[in-house]
């Protein structure tokens, strides 16, 4: 599920993981989650009602990606076409992660991405 602006869905496909793999990710010790149907899809009924960012081109955007999520598994976050820099966490600076392609997100947690949209 994702919920951007205060909307949200859930896929035809989801994340899930055995209780230590979820406890491992949120540890920090890595993990494996398997992609599975979701049962509760209803294609007929699906829309995608999310918030439009109308951006320029070769401009950098931060963007503070937050975990609100109640499920017992971790979000995954991408965004078409284009790679980005974790540059923070929990609200403080880390080391920077160039080149991202996807993020995983725990409940709760929270990450800085700035993403540098194509010319």
Request: charged letters at 25%; proline letters at 1%.
């Amino acid at each position: 599920s994702i919920l951007i602006n205060g909307r949200g869905r859930m896929g035809r496909e989801i994340y899930t993981g055995a209780d230590e793999e979820i406890t491992n990710h949120l540890n920090g010790k890595g993990a494996s989650f398997t992609l599975v149907e979701n049962k509760d899809f209803d294609a007929e009924n699906f829309t995608t009602n999310y918030t439009e960012f109308h951006v320029k081109e070769d401009i950098s955007y931060r963007f503070r990606i937050i975990g609100a999520i109640s499920q017992n598994h971790p979000l995954r976050l991408s965004i078409d076409d284009h790679k980005f820099t974790a540059i923070a966490m929990d609200s403080l600076n880390i080391e920077q992660v160039h080149n991202l392609t996807d993020l995983w997100l725990a409940a709760g947690e929270r990450y800085d991405i700035v993403v540098k949209t194509k010319t």
